[in-house]
T-cell receptor, first 112, second 112 residues
Framework: KAGVTQTPRYLIKTRGQQVTLSCSPISGHRSVSWYQQTPGQGLQFLFEYFSETQRNKGNFPGRFSGRQFSNSRSEMNVSTLELGDSALYLC???????????FGPGTRLTVL | GIQVEQSPPDLILQEGANSTLRCNFS?????LQWFHQNPWGQLINLFY???GTKQNGRLSATTVATERYSLLYISSSQTTDSGVYFCAVIAYSGAGSYQLTFGKGTKLSVIP
């Protein structure tokens, strides 16, 4: 069974731009969650999607948004990038959010 | 929200030594996972363990849910065990959703 895939793996953007990250979950998994990892804040929950519905959102500004498609693939978007958005963005896949979570390799975003 | 504390924050071991990593959590949880983050940032699943004891090779984990802690044991450590170990708990977060809350991790360095 293929694992969780994330694209792109690396991104460099400048302040004010926007970015879209993609996550393809394990086949059959319907829950996709996103996390941001920074040296200062550690791993923080962004949002969770299940069957195309956002069920839960972490404490992040509205510049962070996401969606899920009917095939369970998910995208997250960050608009008006700030330097502090530089981070590793991780996507997790599960049958449902209370099941074991499996992570993708992450997208490393650098904002200059 | 739920708090997850890991100890020690840093650990240096001689190759071949044993170690115990601890994870305390502040409230009832539905499940608990241990991860190893490799140098490239990917979170590798080690254990999915709401209660009891599990073993996988040189690693084992014990969760005592009633006392709100979990332990990860690494025996006969190898240099490839180096990295950051995260404990994360799965807890209900409302609206039919659950989320992982991570500890800050234990950074393990195994020296030859």
């Amino acid at each position: 069974k293929a694992g969780v895939t994330q694209t792109p793996r690396y991104l460099i953007k400048t302040r004010g731009q926007q970015v879209t990250l993609s996550c393809s979950p394990i086949s059959g998994h319907r829950s996709v969650s996103w996390y941001q990892q920074t040296p200062g804040q550690g791993l923080q929950f962004l949002f969770e999607y299940f069957s195309e519905t956002q069920r839960n959102k972490g404490n992040f500004p509205g510049r962070f948004s996401g969606r899920q498609f009917s095939n369970s693939r998910s995208e997250m978007n960050v608009s008006t990038l700030e330097l502090g958005d530089s981070a590793l963005y991780l996507c997790a896949s599960a049958g449902d959010a209370y099941n074991e979570q499996f992570f993708g390799p992450g997208t490393r975003l650098t904002v200059l | 929200g739920i708090q997850v504390e890991q100890s020690p924050p840093d650990l240096i071991l001689q190759e071949g030594a044993n170690s115990t990593l601890r994870c305390n959590f502040s409230d009832s949880v539905n499940n608990l996972q241990w991860f190893h983050q490799n140098p490239w940032g990917q979170l590798i699943n080690l254990f999915y363990i709401p209660s009891g004891t599990k073993q996988n090779g040189r690693l084992s984990a014990t969760t005592v849910a009633t006392e709100r802690y979990s332990l990860l044991y690494i025996s006969s450590s190898q240099t490839t065990d180096s990295g950051v170990y995260f404990c994360a708990v799965i807890a209900y977060s409302g609206a039919g959703s659950y989320q992982l809350t991570f500890g800050k991790g234990t950074k393990l360095s195994v020296i030859p």
